[in-house]
């Protein structure tokens, strides 16, 4: 019945004999399997499909989203409020809780579609041979040891060795990344050769573009190709983003710190003789005070503002978080093909005449120039360059068609890359008319060329294209500058392809041949010799001009960029060097291949992929090691890709970058970030706002902090004191909390970029939230504001208010302090002034809000009385303001002192 699965696996198909192959599958070459043994492959081998994680359930994920240490207080908190029967306290805290929930809740059902994705897009028709009979089955049907027919159009079903083929070509593109269709052969091959050079093998999900063939199912579902990367994927680690990381510390630091504030508390009340049922309110009364409710839908909203400013910039964020991700980033590890170029083969060079020529314009877009010396030719500049053009556009089965406003080509790409070189040329519309084809020998890789047969007024010609080492065999003669006939130059002609191929260009030679005798079909023995010599064309799938400048950036921010790509290494390398990638004195280009890093063990990859930048014919779980190479070196890694083969470093990366246009569904559904546009400068964009949504939540951070934990220590010093009166009450507390993280803090989320901020280098990983900068203004906040509540109080009480006036100076002390100091926070080094006062209007906005929701609060009688305030004075306004500019001044004096000293 054939082999066990692992032996499957063990096997180097590619190194074998058909005829042995179909030994080992116990399968017939002339009859194919017998359809009664479909069933026990079947049963043996499983359908031909992609296994699924199991993931976790909506329930779990829901409660997970509850594992957060600072939450764990507000729980805690929301069910003591509520066995106290504190309705309004237990309602508005647990409100807090189960909205920031649902957010992350939501985010992360939307994330992970990996899987399904990669199994769809294995979901196709086959052709298949069972007891001698040909039949159309579902591709989840397929067995090892079936014989498959494949002809142009159709998606390979399951890896297969060949047995038979007719001028097949396959596009593994999304495989391997090779950027040009894969000429196939059935011949055997060394058992080293790398998964990209298996000339006869074919890979499920890739597609014919050319020709036909045959051969015999060697694996399915999770044993092809594919279905590794399938487990690649699943077996990527889930990292924490670096924000992530952060708060979580943060949040452990903030946890075991109110906690003690309130034990120490709670001990000391019942020391110094107070009730334990007061001390225990007044404990959960500084944890309330003391956590910052509204940092997680700061963070979120601030997140979600990210997104909408990158929606606009053409990046579609799949994974909240990663907005944030993106500003930490220090290492972009891109593919090569269609993402830092065009995926579309493009002439950049023509040499016919002896002259060289340069082919302005990139991809399927006829907008572009030929050029001599920098002048602009057609067409009729020379007979040289007519029949060189000519002949690319003649002897050619590829087609330009226009799909939703953009051209693309259907049939080969090097194809539609001569069509287009021959329009910007402004070759004649009816060139085809004129030149009508009546026989022609189709691209065979036993001939390296294709040859076309035309009928003209002036005769018959024969026009030839094919590998230049070939057609100079064929050749006696060439054109010269001046279109005369000349004896053919075989040494010039191969060094200037030899100049062109170390450029990383593909190189085509064109030749013709006029026949007047006007014969009807064209022979290899036609054209075998006396040839004349037309041209080279040289293409390559260039940069995307956009490209260059958004690397100049990513240098200028101290982002590193690496190129990881599987086409081949001089094509990689020249691209590394045309978009500029590595930079300084001892720029290094070489690129590594694939099979060199085979060599080196885990330890020895992270110096490599340290070291290097352009990585070559790489597997996909090659990219997968270095991007985990690159994570152990404490690097935030950013892996862009559009290919099945890039989806699990895309995973596995920090922050997995797809392209929307060229992406697979597998790569889009494996990545945090699309792009709308297939641009890489858009990465440059989306690390701007990153780095902007990092500043801004830090700003959140650095203006709640000293009010929060001035509420605690506020609470702390009265029960140390021993005062008969709390200054604030826990209900209170929670007014100032979510007033002002509304109206104040969130205004906070809507801070436009600062000025060189892609002139920084990225922010430390491992840079704590609480750095000395916010250590130091929390202290000296807290201290203004704790002594502020307590001075102001007390003289409150000392001209004879009532407590619920005095009280209402303590909570509006917090509240004017907040807003000043809020104007601080809008830049961690710059004032108010340099940012310009109306940079940010809803800054503005928040503040008067604020203050009528304050007058509401102090002076609206159901609102005081269930808050137990009352209104006061002008003169007790006076006071309250002149500590919230004193607040701001110190501040401003620190920032410029700060400055200084820095300079």
């Known amino acids: 019945m054939g082999l066990e699965q692992e032996q499957i696996q063990q096997k180097s198909w590619h190194n074998i004999e058909p005829k042995d192959i179909f030994i080992e599958f116990n399968s017939n070459v002339e009859t194919g399997l017998k359809i009664s043994e479909i069933l026990k492959r079947q049963e043996k081998y499983g359908k031909n499909i992609l296994t699924q994680k199991k993931g976790d359930g909506p329930v779990k994920r829901f409660l997970m989203q509850f594992n957060n240490p600072l939450l764990y207080i507000l729980i805690v908190s929301s069910f003591v409020t509520l066995l106290l029967q504190e309705w309004a306290d237990c309602s508005v805290i647990f409100g807090v809780v189960l909205i920031n929930a649902i957010v992350g809740f939501v985010q992360e059902s939307k994330a992970i579609k990996s899987l399904e994705a990669l199994a769809k897009s294995m979901t196709t028709q086959a052709v298949v041979l069972r007891d001698g009979e040909r039949m159309h089955i579902d591709s989840s049907e397929v067995v090892p040891g079936d ?38 052969s059935i011949g055997s091959i060394d058992v080293s050769t790398s998964l990209a050079d298996r000339k006869n093998m074919l ?8 020709g036909s063939g045959k051969g015999i199912v060697i694996a399915t579902g999770d044993n092809t190709e594919v279905g590794k990367i399938s487990q690649l994927i699943s077996t990527a680690d889930v990292l924490d983003t670096p924000l992530t990381e952060k708060m979580g510390k943060f949040s452990m630091f903030l946890l075991w710190l109110i906690l003690s504030m309130a034990a120490v508390t709670f001990g000391v009340g019942l020391f110094l ?29 601030t997140l979600a503002i990210g997104v909408s400013r990158m929606a606009k910039r053409k990046a579609i964020i799949r994974n909240l978080p990663a907005v944030e991700t993106l500003g930490s980033t220090t290492v972009i590890c891109s593919d090569k093909t269609g993402t830092l170029t065009e995926n579309q083969m493009t002439v950049t060079e023509i040499v016919a005449g002896n002259k060289k ?39 050619n089965d590829a087609k330009i068609i226009n799909i939703d406003g953009r051209n693309d080509v259907q049939g080969d790409p090097t194809e539609g890359a001569l069509i287009i070189s021959a329009i910007k040329s402004n070759i004649d519309d009816n060139v085809t008319s004129k030149f009508q084809r009546i026989d022609s020998i189709p691209f065979e890789s036993e001939y390296q060329y294709m040859a076309t047969l035309h009928k003209t007024e002036n005769g018959n010609i024969i026009f030839v294209k094919g590998a230049i080492e070939k057609i100079v065999t064929m050749c006696s003669s060439m ?3 001046n279109g005369n006939n000349v004896p053919f130059d075989k040494q010039s002609v191969m060094t200037t392809a030899e100049d062109m191929a170390s450029r990383g260009l593909r190189v085509l030679g064109f030749a013709y041949v006029q026949n007047k005798e006007k014969v009807l079909q064209v022979h290899h023995k036609d054209i075998s010799e006396g040839l004349i010599f037309a041209g080279l064309q040289s293409m390559i799938d260039p940069a995307r001009p956009e490209v260059i400048e958004a690397v100049k950036k990513c240098h200028t921010a101290g982002i590193k960029i690496k190129m990881i790509t599987g086409d081949h290494a001089l094509t990689a390398s020249a691209i590394a060097k045309a978009i500029g990638i590595v930079y300084g004195e001892q720029a290094n280009y070489k690129a590594v291949t694939g099979n060199e890093l085979e060599k080196f063990n885990d330890e020895q990859l992270k110096d490599i992929a340290e070291k290097y930048f352009v990585f070559a014919r790489v597997t996909p779980e090659q990219k997968l090691r270095l991007v985990r190479a690159l994570q152990s070196r404490n690097n935030i890694c950013a892996m862009t890709g559009d290919g099945v083969n890039d989806a699990p470093a895309l995973k596995q990366s920090n922050i997995g970058v797809s392209m929307g246009i060229a992406g697979t569904e597998v790569a889009k559904e494996s990545a945090d970030m699309v792009l709308t546009d297939d641009n890489f400068a858009s990465i440059v964009s989306a690390v701007e706002e990153g780095r902007c949504v990092f500043d801004n939540i830090k700003k959140f951070v650095l203006w709640t902090l000293p009010t929060n934990l001035a509420q605690g220590f506020a609470m702390m010093t009265a029960i140390f004191l021993n005062r008969p009166e709390l200054p604030i009450l826990p209900a209170q507390i929670l007014w100032i909390n979510m007033s002002t993280a509304l109206f104040l803090g969130m205004m906070l989320s809507f801070e436009p970029k600062e000025k060189g901020i892609m002139e920084r280098k990225p922010i430390d990983p491992k840079m704590p939230i ?23 109080f007390d003289y409150e009480r000392a001209l004879g208010a009532s407590l619920e006036q005095a009280r209402g100076v303590a909570v509006s002390v917090f509240i004017v302090c907040q807003s000043f100091y809020l104007l601080n926070c809008r830049s961690i080094d710059k004032s108010i002034f340099k940012l310009g006062l109306w940079s940010n209007p809803y800054i503005w906005l928040g503040i008067f809000t604020m203050f009528i929701t304050q007058y509401i609060f ?46």
């Open 147 to 184: 014989i498959l027919f494949f002809v142009s159009g159709d998606k390979v079903a399951a890896d297969i060795r060949l047995i038979n083929s007719r001028e097949l070509q396959i596009n593994e593109s999304a495989l391997t990344g090779e950027s040009v269709p894969v000429e196939k």
């Open 203 to 210: 890979y499920a999900s890739t597609l014919v573009t050319y």
């Open 273 to 301: 003789g107070q009730e334990a049922k007061l001390m225990f309110l007044a404990a959960i009364g500084l944890s309330v005070a003391a956590v910052p409710e509204g940092l997680p839908a700061a963070m979120t909203i």
């Open 357 to 395: 020529f340069n082919v302005f314009g990139t991809g399927y877009s006829t907008d572009g120039q030929i050029k001599y010396n920098d002048t602009a030719v057609d067409i009729e500049y020379s007979k040289a360059l007519r029949i060189c053009l000519k002949a690319g556009y003649l002897c």
């Open 479 to 481: 054109l010269d500058e």
């Open 770 to 792: 609480m750095d000395n900068l916010v250590i130091a203004r929390t202290i000296i906040i807290s201290v203004f504001i704790i002594s502020g509540v307590f001075v102001l």
């Open 858 to 903: 102090l002076y609206f009688p159901p609102v005081s009385n269930f808050f137990s305030v009352t209104g006061f004075g002008v003169d007790s306004w006076l006071r309250i303001l002149t500590l919230g500019f004193i607040i701001y001044s110190v501040i401003g004096l620190e920032k410029f002192i700060t400055t200084k000293l820095k300079k």
